[in-house]
């Protein structure tokens, strides 16, 4: 049962232009959301994240749009560089409420941003 | 600050072998999570460990897995008479107490074949 849910594997864009990466969710008892990155051989890095109380935050060149009626959250990388290309992992859980401390992933979306 | 670490980085077991993998968490960090990632896959929880606790194994196989962080020492994923379906990519996260909620750092993992 995948309760996230990112149904691009993969995503092409030129340098300089903005990638969105997008991500659903089912459970309605998540209330805390997070991006990761993800290099070949390494472990998922922490990127952004955002709360329930919240619809966006931003940082830097990233920013986490969070729609709670359509369970649906996005990345948005602007401008995109080289250095992006890698697999992004949306992540959810319900600590904030329940008290739950584990994630629940979704599959990844492998972004390549092409020089 | 050294980040997490997991040993080895690459383990070969025979069907029915033992295989144990090893997560030493961020320095100050008391909280320690283990997840596996199957091919194609996004990450899946298994477990979540405070020093010498268990606080969330629900995501464990009932048979053949354990997991320990003693008081000294680095935390276990322990995994008895190993099968082919084991084959993944375990990583490891920590967490301070008191950090950014739900924010994890993750290790590079550990990649185990089983053959």
């Known amino acids: 049962d995948q309760q996230v849910k990112q149904n691009s594997p993969s995503l092409s864009v030129q340098e300089g232009r903005i990638s969105i990466l997008n991500c659903d969710y089912t459970?309605?008892?998540?209330?805390?959301f997070l991006w990761y990155k993800k290099y070949p051989a390494e472990g998922p890095t922490f990127l952004i994240s955002?709360?329930?109380?919240?619809d966006k935050n931003e940082d830097g060149r990233f920013t986490v749009f969070l729609n709670k009626s359509a369970k649906h959250l996005s990345l948005h990388i602007v401008p995109s560089q080289p250095g992006d290309s890698a697999v992004y992992f949306c992540a959810a859980s319900a600590g904030l409420l329940a008290g739950a401390n584990n994630l629940f992933f979704g599959t990844g979306t492998r972004l390549t941003v092409i020089p | 600050n050294a980040g997490v670490m997991q040993n080895p980085r690459h383990l070969v077991r025979r069907r029915g072998q033992e295989a144990r993998l090893r997560c030493s968490p961020m320095k100050g960090h008391s909280h320690v999570y283990w997840y596996r990632q199957l091919p194609e896959e996004g990450l899946k929880f298994m477990v979540y460990?405070?020093?010498?606790?268990?606080?969330?194994e629900s995501g464990m196989p009932k048979e053949r897995f354990s997991a320990e962080f003693p008081k000294e020492g680095p935390s276990i994923l322990r995994i008895q008479q190993v099968v082919r379906g084991d084959s993944a990519a375990y990583f490891c996260?920590?967490?301070?107490?008191?950090?950014?909620?739900?924010?994890?750092?993750f290790g590079p993992g550990t990649r185990l074949t089983v053959t």
């Open positions: 996260a920590s967490s301070p107490p008191e950090g950014v909620w739900g924010e994890q750092y």
């Open positions: 459970n309605s008892m998540f209330d805390y």
């Open positions: 955002i709360s329930s109380i919240k």
């Open positions: 460990l405070q020093k010498e606790n268990i606080i969330d």
